[in-house]
């Protein structure tokens, strides 16, 4: 079960990945023949440039055929599978065993082989050499009839697979890895007992990597940050430019999970777990910002800071303050975060917010802000509780301005877009939050409709105006 749904995660990034790649590269040459109609470049200079993409291009990028080789080495390792189940009782163990080491050494010497020959070939070959070695421990415990930690064949193939991601000349193989490694820390560390349950067996929350319920034992820590260490180092190093950063969320999202599940770190107040879940949000918006990260990891850093604010604004619902044990150290991991958080985005150098001085102090303020108010949701009154949820939700809407604002002095369309966004999420949100009573009957329902549309239709004319106006400033 375990092994599809990383072959899924890795098809999935491919897919995403490759697609994306092989769009953008398809606009190259017209991109080239405008800009030596225009005299920006030479014929030379641009026969150059397509001759220095075709070598250096072809690596990241998959085609058709690339894509028929990926599946081919699919329906190969399912038909093998098929074969092998059917007659697994006619096949002895020494005859398993051999017969696995031979493919292993054909698949892996295949690969090397084709490496600079064919990617339509190599790929699928070099992803049925990485998935090979997980094939071959289920062989060899089913043979045998092991059992024992779920969890733990999944590391020794993460170890057996490192050097393959390592030195293979594409990312791909690097990045499903990095992926497995991510999906095995995080069902090790917290949900041990559902896969184990899944695969049939196990030892539950005594598991190799076990920390959720428990104080966890030295080899469990210890392996969860040599595997976030690991993450790290690889998505800097083998990851393509512009999702190497991703691995800041890995870490802000384990740093939670052991706050609200681990022993000696867990928070059981609600206002102490709203308080770290805004600070880390923070946090994972400051520091990409301060690595001056691409568009698409800081979007995804952002998505989670909204998010979570989100999320606190329906707090006006509680009917009592938040209580609830919590540790010590839990509490410090918290004040430690909020004081980065708030440190950083002071620290922050204006220009990775904003060009324009102001809006870079403004922003600085907007990322405090949420964090600071998190703090009422300590409070042993519920009605402070009620002003949070109340003061983050103007939040948003002050953000969603911001953004459609800033955007349009920069002529960032895309800036506009997400605050259009935000804004329609959180009038929709909130009407239906505090008027979904009076949807009870056909008239309610028309209102709500008539007043939905007149909202969509002042939007729309507001980002239309908003993405003109720099037009029309520069004309």
């Not at 059917?86 to 292993?104: D, H, K, S, T």
């Not at 339509?120 to 289920?138: H, R």
């Amino acid at each position: 079960m375990i092994e599809v749904l990383l072959a899924i995660l890795g098809i999935g990034y491919l897919m995403r990945t490759g697609g994306r790649r092989l769009r953008g590269g398809d606009h190259l040459p017209t991109i080239l023949a405008g800009a030596e109609r225009a005299g920006i470049i030479t014929a030379t200079q641009r026969e150059q440039i397509l001759a220095h993409a075709a070598e250096h291009g072809s690596r990241g990028r998959l085609g058709g055929a690339a894509w028929l080789g990926v599946f081919a080495g699919l329906f190969v390792v399912a038909g093998v599978s098929l074969l092998i189940a059917r007659n697994w009782e006619a096949i002895g163990p020494l005859v398993r065993i051999a017969a696995y080491l031979l493919l292993l050494l054909a698949v892996g010497e295949a690969a090397v082989r084709l490496r600079d020959r064919s990617v339509g070939v190599a790929l699928p070959l070099e992803l049925l050499w990485f998935f090979l070695p997980l094939l071959g421990i289920g062989l060899y415990g089913q043979t045998f009839q092991l059992s024992g930690d779920p969890v733990q064949p999944f590391l020794i193939w993460l170890a057996l697979s490192a050097p393959i991601a390592w030195l293979s000349p594409r990312p791909v193989t690097a990045a499903i890895h990095t992926a497995a490694m991510t999906l095995v820390l995080f069902v090790g560390n917290f949900i041990v007992d559902a896969t184990a349950s899944l695969i049939g067996g196990g030892r539950g929350p005594s598991g190799l990597l076990a920390l959720a319920g428990t104080s966890g034992t030295p080899t469990a820590w210890t392996l969860s940050l040599v595997l976030l260490a690991m993450i790290a180092v690889q998505s800097l190093r083998l990851l393509p430019e512009g999702r190497r950063h991703h691995f800041v969320g890995v870490w802000v999202l384990w740093t939670f999970g052991v706050l609200v599940s681990c022993a000696p770190l867990r928070l059981q107040h609600e206002g102490w777990i709203a308080l770290a879940a805004l600070a880390l949000a923070t946090l994972w918006v400051v520091v990409l910002a301060a690595m001056d990260a691409s568009r698409e990891e800081r979007g995804t850093s952002l998505l989670a800071w909204l998010g979570t604010i989100y999320a606190l604004t329906f707090g006006w619902h509680m009917t009592d303050p938040g209580h609830g044990e919590v540790t010590g150290l839990g509490i410090a991991v918290v004040i430690l975060a909020v004081a980065l958080a708030v440190g950083g985005a002071f620290a922050l150098p204006p220009a990775r917010l904003s060009p324009r001085s102001s809006w870079a102090q403004a922003g600085k303020l907007v990322l405090i802000a949420p964090v600071l108010v998190g703090m009422l949701f300590l409070a042993s009154d519920v009605r402070l509780v009620w002003t949070a949820a109340i003061l983050l939700d103007g939040l948003l809407v002050v953000t969603a301005v911001g953004c459609m604002w800033h955007g349009s002095l920069t002529a960032d369309v895309a800036q506009i877009n997400l605050g259009v966004l935000i804004l329609v999420w959180v009038l929709i949100s909130r009407f239906l939050d505090l008027f979904g009573s009076m949807l009870r009957s056909g008239i309610g329902f028309i209102l709500a409709g008539v007043m939905l549309a007149a909202l969509a239709w002042a939007l729309e004319r507001t980002r239309r105006r908003l993405i003109a106006a720099p037009r029309e400033v520069a004309t």
